[in-house]
């Protein structure tokens, strides 16, 4: 797998840190933050990342509706949803709106690195 860009979404400054050291470990570079659904909107219009990680709670707007923006304008979006959420309904939400992948917080780096691999693989990365 090729080095990607990746776009982190989400509100917690040590979740943001977690995962830019993983997705560096793993070769990948991070191109952008944003720390809310809103924020994510405009950063992915300013970067085109190859992929984006997604949480789902956060202020302005959650990553599910950010998602389906996402999505609504730029159709070829990866997003991978790396949220504490676990209820069913959640999950089938953030699959339903686009979400190519989604694992669970705390997550092992091994996990992640799986989850994106999935991710591009299905997708032609």
Do not use: C, W
């Not at 509100?11 to 952008?32: N, P, R």
């Not at 790396?82 to 339903?96: C, F, G, K, N, P």
Request: hydrophobic letters at 45%; glycine letters at 6%; zero cysteines.
């Amino acid at each position: 797998m090729s080095a990607l860009k990746i776009m982190v979404v989400d509100d917690s400054l040590l979740t943001q840190k977690k995962l830019i050291a993983a997705i560096e470990e793993l070769g990948h570079a991070v191109i952008s933050v944003a720390n809310s659904g809103a924020q994510a909107l405009i950063n992915y219009a300013n970067h085109k990342p190859d992929l984006v990680t997604m949480d789902i709670t956060m202020p302005d707007m959650d990553g599910i509706t950010a998602t389906r923006a996402i999505l609504d304008k730029y159709p070829d979006a990866k997003i991978l949803m790396v949220t504490s959420h676990a209820e069913r309904t959640v999950v089938l939400d953030a699959l339903d709106a686009g979400a190519k992948g989604y694992i669970l917080k705390p997550f092992e780096p091994a996990k992640l690195r799986k989850a994106i691999g999935r991710t591009t693989i299905q997708t032609g990365y």
